[in-house]
């Protein structure tokens, strides 16, 4: 029985759909980090990227760009320091803000992360065969939910049925 339900599903089953895509190449990433005995988790790079970019930044700062919770970046800022790559310090100004910034272990190891990464759209590209029409329907998707949250969605659609 080699059926694949979640395709089955079709439309009803999106979520889960990207959530198994997202999966995948997660997986395959993290399994070559290990491989080249490399001790970073593949959600990790967006935060090297931002803090790259702009030296120092407070989680919300980083949390906001990419529309992650903020509890989502405080975990990912942890762990990240836990393995030697951010460090962390009271704002000057605002003694409650955490400022955020790249060590020197992980401002040194930046070129060999910048090549996998690099590797990794290549493969990306691969993917979508250099299609990259996909990103217009996500964009939409994005901005439908941002204009009407999804819970707002399917409730008024549930409270519709159970009037009928």
């Known amino acids: 029985m080699n059926q694949d339900f979640i395709k089955e599903l079709g439309y009803k089953a999106l979520d889960s759909r990207l959530k198994r895509i997202s999966d995948r190449m997660s997986h395959d990433v993290r399994k070559f980090y290990k491989e080249m005995k490399i001790d970073v988790e593949p959600n990790w790079y967006l935060v090297f990227m931002l803090l790259q970019k702009n030296k120092e930044m407070a989680i919300i700062d980083i949390a906001e760009p990419l529309g992650y919770s903020h509890p989502s970046v405080v975990a990912i800022i942890k762990k990240m320091a836990d393995k030697g790559y951010l460090n962390i310090k009271k704002d000057s100004t605002d003694k409650r803000k955490q400022m955020i910034s790249l060590t020197e272990k992980a401002?040194?190891?930046?070129?060999?992360?910048?090549?996998?990464?690099?590797?990794?759209?290549?493969?990306?590209?691969?993917?979508?065969?250099?299609?990259?029409?996909?990103?217009?329907?996500?964009?939409?998707?994005?901005?439908?939910?941002?204009s009407e949250s999804f819970h707002n969605r399917f409730k008024s659609e549930y409270l519709k049925k159970g009037k009928s």
């Open 107 to 146: 401002v040194k190891m930046l070129p060999q992360l910048e090549q996998i990464w690099d590797s990794c759209e290549n493969a990306i590209l691969q993917v979508l065969s250099d299609d990259l029409g996909i990103f217009d329907y996500l964009d939409e998707i994005d901005s439908r939910l941002k």
